[in-house]
């Protein structure tokens, strides 16, 4: 097939690059680079089933070739990102979500919506299930991203609705792995650089909030099974496995030992979500998907891959 992939230079992206042109496809990948990385897809130049357009979707992309499918991963996706780019955040997930649903009905391909489960707020319901309608602050510091991304769903769901778009919608929950942005204020990343670097671990209030890490091969693998599957309501992808954001810190300095790092606490941000766990029943089910990458071999290899790269010298 031939696949449109916005967002092909993030984090996400290339890694589903990565996964569909092993299976054969070739891949139209456009990014406008406000966060995606060109190191993200350097090993992918002269790729003969690659072609790398840099356009932003927020404008009708001009693409001459016939579609199949239409991945739209483009958004600032980390609290950095898209309080730095709050309007361009508005306009990716709806401008854009609209105008690559266009192109998927022009082209009579099939769409898949990433959407994420920041469309729950700080629920009131946990685990996160897929017919919860969230707890969000329309107008907080977080709802560029929130609201656009409630807005994108319903946008793909009135296409699929009224004007016969085949489409699908994911929630990813907090996904973690090699080529993530050391920079971008996620959890993770934040404290192995931190870790690796021999500073202090910025842990927000007690750290007993809440999360659930999915390793990055085994989401894009669940994003390539939603595409293909017949469903086209939202559906979870994530680990299960809680975790506090406290004992992600601990493992991390354990995989670090020749670290001098202490755990630093700071103020609470405003609307950071409490707990954050995604029922997967539904994934499982329609799916037959699930996480096979457990949190230390993940948080092994992530280290691995920093180690070398994020050492100031």
């Given at each position: 097939?031939r696949?449109?992939?916005?967002?092909?230079?993030?984090?996400?992206?290339?890694?589903?690059?990565?996964?569909?042109?092993?299976?054969?496809?070739e891949?139209?990948?456009?990014?406008?680079?406000?966060?995606?990385?060109?190191?993200n897809?350097?090993?992918l130049?002269?790729?003969?089933?690659?072609?790398?357009v840099?356009?932003?979707?927020?404008e009708?992309?001009?693409i001459?070739?016939?579609?199949?499918?239409?991945?739209?991963?483009?958004?600032?996706?980390?609290?950095?990102?898209y309080?730095?780019?709050?309007?361009?955040?508005?306009?990716?997930?709806?401008?854009?979500?609209?105008n690559?649903?266009?192109?998927?009905?022009?082209?009579?391909?099939?769409?898949?919506?990433?959407?994420?489960?920041?469309?729950?707020?700080?629920?009131?319901?946990?685990?996160?299930?897929?017919?919860?309608?969230?707890?969000?602050?329309?107008?907080?510091?977080?709802?560029?991203?929130?609201?656009?991304?409630?807005?994108?769903?319903?946008?793909?769901?009135?296409?699929?609705?009224?004007?016969k778009?085949?489409?699908?919608?994911?929630r990813?929950?907090?996904?973690?792995?090699?080529?993530?942005d050391?920079?971008?204020?996620?959890?993770?990343?934040?404290?192995?650089?931190?870790?690796?670097?021999?500073?202090p671990?910025?842990?927000?209030?007690?750290?007993?909030?809440?999360?659930?890490?999915?390793?990055?091969?085994?989401?894009?693998?669940?994003?390539?099974?939603?595409m293909?599957?017949?469903?086209?309501?939202?559906?979870?992808?994530?680990?299960?496995?809680?975790?506090?954001?406290?004992?992600?810190?601990?493992?991390?300095?354990?995989?670090?030992?020749?670290?001098?790092s202490?755990?630093?606490?700071?103020?609470?941000?405003?609307?950071?979500?409490?707990?954050?766990?995604?029922d997967?029943?539904?994934?499982?089910?329609?799916?037959?998907?699930?996480?096979?990458?457990?949190?230390?071999v993940?948080?092994?290899?992530?280290?691995?891959?920093?180690?070398?790269?994020?050492v100031?010298?």
């Amino acid at each position: 097939m031939r696949i449109l992939i916005s967002g092909a230079a993030g984090f996400l992206g290339s890694y589903l690059t990565d996964l569909l042109l092993a299976q054969g496809h070739e891949i139209v990948g456009v990014d406008n680079f406000i966060t995606g990385k060109q190191e993200n897809i350097a090993h992918l130049r002269g790729n003969p089933r690659v072609r790398f357009v840099e356009a932003d979707v927020i404008e009708p992309l001009k693409i001459d070739s016939s579609l199949d499918r239409i991945y739209h991963l483009a958004s600032p996706a980390s609290p950095m990102g898209y309080v730095k780019h709050q309007v361009a955040t508005l306009k990716v997930n709806s401008q854009g979500t609209w105008n690559l649903l266009e192109l998927a009905k022009s082209r009579n391909a099939r769409f898949l919506m990433a959407s994420t489960s920041e469309c729950y707020g700080d629920p009131a319901v946990h685990p996160q299930r897929e017919d919860y309608w969230g707890n969000v602050n329309p107008i907080g510091l977080r709802s560029m991203y929130d609201e656009s991304k409630r807005f994108a769903e319903a946008c793909t769901m009135a296409y699929n609705r009224e004007r016969k778009v085949d489409t699908r919608i994911i929630r990813i929950f907090n996904t973690y792995g090699p080529r993530m942005d050391p920079y971008d204020g996620r959890a993770v990343i934040s404290f192995i650089r931190q870790a690796l670097n021999n500073e202090p671990l910025t842990v927000f209030g007690d750290g007993k909030q809440t999360r659930s890490l999915c390793y990055v091969t085994d989401m894009v693998r669940g994003i390539n099974l939603t595409m293909e599957s017949d469903f086209c309501e939202p559906i979870n992808l994530g680990n299960p496995d809680e975790i506090t954001i406290l004992q992600i810190a601990q493992d991390i300095l354990a995989l670090i030992p020749e670290s001098k790092s202490k755990i630093a606490h700071h103020p609470m941000p405003p609307d950071d979500p409490r707990i954050r766990c995604p029922d997967i029943t539904r994934a499982r089910q329609i799916l037959g998907w699930s996480p096979t990458v457990g949190r230390p071999v993940g948080l092994k290899k992530m280290v691995e891959f920093y180690r070398d790269r994020l050492v100031k010298r």
